[in-house]
């Protein structure tokens, strides 16, 4: 029998995390959340960001890439 935990898939990010994820600065993150563009859940005060709506934001700006093109 195993000691070692499996690592656990995280399920809410931070709106820093978000940034790193997406790889772009975090007043960039908030000013896309401000916009409606990356969609958050709020926990009491705190918003998060679930991996769902991180993938939603990748395929908008996808779309907007195809568009502009």
């Known amino acids: 029998m195993s000691t070692v935990a499996e690592p656990v898939e995280q399920l809410l990010y931070r709106p820093e995390e978000a940034a790193t994820v997406l790889r ?11 916009l409606g563009r990356l969609q958050t859940v709020r926990i009491g ?9 991180i993938a939603q934001y990748v395929e908008l700006l996808k779309r907007e890439a195809e568009n502009s093109a």
């Open 45 to 53: 005060r705190r918003r998060l960001v679930p991996p769902e709506y």
């Open 24 to 34: 772009i600065g975090r007043s960039m993150v908030y000013e896309e959340m401000r």
